[in-house]
């Protein structure tokens, strides 16, 4: 099975385009268009009858203590742990591609809905957990939102958008389920998969 994307090279830097937050010389960051990027896949088994699609970044900080403060920077030897920017599930086998920002156009504050995603069933993101408590932003984050790691992380961060081949037309996932929902209820139902990484940062002092 492959993947490919004509928004990002594989093990390359994905272009703010895509991202959450882009880096601004004054404030660090400045948020971007937030646009998903374009994925395209192929030779999957015949008895293939959907897909899921998940997008990780194992780089997160396992403690937050110094992200994004001045004066501070969060060491590459920190522990790290997963985070999902993108959770879809119940695509169907006809579909064999994504087209850039047909997911995501743009920061949606309190989260896109569930009815937004054009195919599948969109799951949540790890920005629902991230703006907890702030009135400002809080909400459930369905479908895709983009790189937007520490601005001071020493670390470059890696997105892994995986494609899995499943041989159920659907799962029985629906409402705010997540990543690791997703990965538990398709287990046992995936005949092969295949994965394409882009590198993000934001740190001025880390090369993408």
Known sequence: MKI?????QNHAAIPGTFAFAIQDPKTHIT???NQ??????SD???ETQSFALICHDPDVPSRGDDVNQEGKVVP?????VDFYHWVLVNIPAATQEIVAGSHSQGITAHGKSAQQTPVGTAGINDYTAWFKGDASM?????????PCPPWNDALLHHYVFTIYALNVPQ????GPFTGGDALQAIQAHIIDQASITGTYSLNPLVTA
């Not at 590459?76 to 790290?80: D, G, M, Q």
């Not at 799962?171 to 629906?174: A, G, N």
């Open 4 to 8: 490919s994307s004509q928004s990002f």
């Open 31 to 33: 948020l971007s268009s």
């Open 36 to 41: 998903n990027p374009h994925l395209a896949w």
């Open 44 to 46: 999957f088994p015949k």
């Open 76 to 80: 590459a030897s920190l522990p790290r």
């Open 138 to 146: 809080e909400g459930n984050y369905f479908g895709y939102d983009g």
């Open 171 to 174: 799962v029985p996932l629906s």
